[in-house]
Each structure stands twice: as C-alpha cells, then as structure tokens.
C-alpha cells in the first residue's frame, strides 16, 4: 500500500483490499508465516515500491505487518488467527520490545521493529506503509 496508515487502518484497509460478493472479504495484512516469507518480504515490497516509483525507505520507516502482542502481552501472534509467531524474532537493535500491547512493524531484513524510542507508548497509532495479502479460499 503506498498510504501512510496507522496499524488498525492498515487492518481495514487490507479486509477491503481484497473482496468478492460470493466470498466477502478475504485480505489481511501480511503475515509473515515462516522465516522465508519473513526474509522474502524486505526484496519485494522494496522492489515493488522502486518499480512504481514510490521513494520510501522500509529500513527506517519500517512495514506494518500482521502482527502484535495485544492479545496476550509479550506474546507475538498474527491478527487474523492468534496463532504464535512460530520462529525466533530477530529483532532490530534500536527497537527491542520493552513494554507490551504494541504492534510491530517490519524494517531491515530481516529485522522487525517494535517500541522505537521516538514512538509514543502506543506504536501502532504510528502511521506506516503496510503490505496486503490475499486468503486463497
């Protein structure tokens, strides 16, 4: 997506991304299910953003993903089912989590971000480029 949203947004915006009047709706924000797709994001999304032409730097802004410990803190599962991320998280060294009930956001790879200290307490009112992903039904 290449509008700045906050993390709920990016929700919304991605349930309406993809629908289908047979289906309803059927996207979600990326959910990065395996260390692979983890690693694959960063090359993709950076070469879709430089093929449209948008300058937008994932390293320091970061990606909102399908991610949080909202639901139980200090616990990182994906927003569509709950389930726990299930790889270790390398986590950029700037943005370590130490406080919890926050949303993550995908940076260098593979590294992901979370409580940047420039952010205020709840970062997932900051707004960011976001990637969509279709369910196959």
């Known amino acids: 997506d290449t509008e700045m949203r906050t993390h709920d947004e990016a929700v919304s915006n991605c349930k309406l991304r993809f629908t289908s009047s047979e289906n309803g709706e059927f996207g979600r924000l ?6 692979a797709l983890n690693n694959f ?3 993709f ?5 430089e093929d449209i032409g948008v300058n937008y730097n994932i390293e320091s802004s970061g990606l909102l993903i399908g991610v949080d ?3 139980i803190a200090g616990s990182f599962r994906f927003i569509s089912d709950r389930s726990e991320v299930p790889y270790t998280i390398q986590w950029h060294e700037c943005c370590v989590p130490t ?3 926050g949303c993550v ?4 790879p593979p590294y992901w971000y979370f409580d940047h200290p420039s952010y205020p ?4 009112d900051v707004k960011a480029f976001s990637v969509c ?5």
């Open 30 to 35: 990326f959910e990065p299910r395996t260390q």
């Open 41 to 43: 994001l960063y090359d």
């Open 45 to 49: 999304a950076d070469n879709v953003y």
């Open 69 to 71: 410990d909202r639901y």
């Open 99 to 101: 406080s919890t009930g």
């Open 105 to 108: 956001k995908y940076g260098y």
């Open 121 to 124: 307490s709840n970062n997932c």
């Open 133 to 137: 992903e279709a369910l196959i039904l």
